[in-house]
């Protein structure tokens, strides 16, 4: 039987393709997939023909876009990166048949791995693998954002990822999966506070089932509140850090007016759009502030290797681990069948349908 895949043949046009799977090679090992988890940013930028690299080249060895050959032609055969599933067949000394993994392949119902090419998270004994979706690139993006944090206080003298929150006040802008999920990560290691702020009141109904405080953006200045409750010293007010995890200029120039004097914003988001919001003569310049990009692609400079992918991805499980169930009831809003994926990611790019985080499921797809 083949393996079912999607595909996106243009903007807004999204298809099931089928694929005859290549015989294992040697050291190969053969996936089935149980749940693939989709992107609301960085995969529905390629569904709506927003994503930059749809526009210009990224000169990886200068580190620019630059205008010409666009860097990602349609059509992408390979969307998503949020899969779990279940080793079926091994060629691999080093990857067991019956062992559920976590990785980024794409939504597709099979894989055929290779351990130096892919990377593999495989998952505890018990563990929920529908959870598994957010270890291999999710949960890392969200850890990385905290690693950033610590990196801002004690440099490379990094020794837990909770050294840039424990104790301090913190605010997350947005109220997305990256945010609620760094959220989490910071009560988790110690934050003292930690404040949520979204203007949708169905996304803080989810912050506040996780347990998180929360503040609507659009009604009392959220500024004057939280730097009246949190106080440091005289002229000293305001959050520590504040992780900035949604998409929008105005949330970066929310997330500065947050901020103590001196303090910085670790930003996740992923801009598609100006930033004439940001007014960067007001807060940033008369408070000092900073802004530092947590970028999945590194680790803060001079953290590597002991701090590399793997080890967030472990961060990822041992989080959920905790709070595993609470995310499973809270943060994903839907499963729905691997099927319904073209007409899902259509609804969900054209605002038709409005979800926190869906899951692909692929229980009942069979591999030949």
């Not at 002229?235 to 997330?255: I, K, M, N, T």
């Not at 900073?290 to 290797?305: D, K």
Request: proline share 6%; glycine share 10%; with cysteine.
């Amino acid at each position: 039987m083949p393996d079912r895949v999607v595909v996106l043949r243009g903007p807004g046009d999204v298809a099931i393709r089928e694929e005859n799977p290549a015989p294992l090679g040697e050291r190969q090992f053969r996936v089935r997939t149980l749940y693939s988890g989709i992107s609301a940013g960085t995969e529905l930028s390629y569904v709506k023909g927003t994503n930059p690299y749809l526009a210009a080249r990224f000169d990886t060895e200068l580190g620019l876009f630059r205008d010409g050959e666009p860097s990602t032609r349609y059509p992408l055969e390979r969307l998503g990166y949020m899969e779990a599933g279940q080793v079926v067949q091994s060629r691999s000394p080093v990857v067991a048949e019956g062992v559920t993994v976590a990785m980024a392949y794409g939504h597709r119902t099979g894989y055929s791995a290779d351990p130096l090419v892919d990377r593999i998270v495989p998952l505890p004994s018990g563990f929920d693998p529908l959870l598994g979706v957010f270890v291999a690139h999710m949960g890392p993006i969200c850890a990385n954002g905290l690693l950033h944090a610590a990196a801002d206080v004690h440099g490379t003298d990094v020794r837990g990822l909770g050294d840039g929150v424990r104790g301090r006040r913190v605010a997350v802008t947005g109220a997305g999966v990256v945010a609620l999920l760094t959220a989490l990560f910071a009560r988790h290691h110690g934050a003292a506070s930690v404040v949520v702020l979204d203007p949708t009141p169905q996304r803080r109904a989810v912050a506040s089932a996780l347990g998180l405080d929360t503040l609507d953006p659009n009604a009392e200045d959220p500024a004057v509140v939280l730097k009246s409750r949190w106080r440091h010293g005289a002229d000293d007010r305001g959050a520590d850090v504040v992780f900035q995890c949604r998409g929008q200029a105005s949330a970066l120039h929310l997330a500065l007016r947050l901020l103590r004097p001196q303090g910085t914003v670790v930003d996740l988001a992923f801009y598609q759009d100006g930033a004439d919001a940001v007014r960067l003569g007001e807060e940033f310049h008369h408070n000092g502030l900073t802004v530092r990009c947590a970028q999945i692609g590194r680790v803060p400079r001079g953290l590597s290797p002991l701090w590399d992918r793997d080890r967030l991805s472990a961060e990822t499980v041992e989080l959920l681990t905790t709070y595993g169930r609470t995310v499973r009831e809270h943060l994903v809003s839907a499963v729905v069948p691997f099927d319904e994926a073209p007409a899902l990611l259509a609804d969900l790019a054209a605002r038709r349908r409005h979800e926190l985080q869906v899951v692909l499921s692929c229980e009942s797809c069979q591999l030949p």
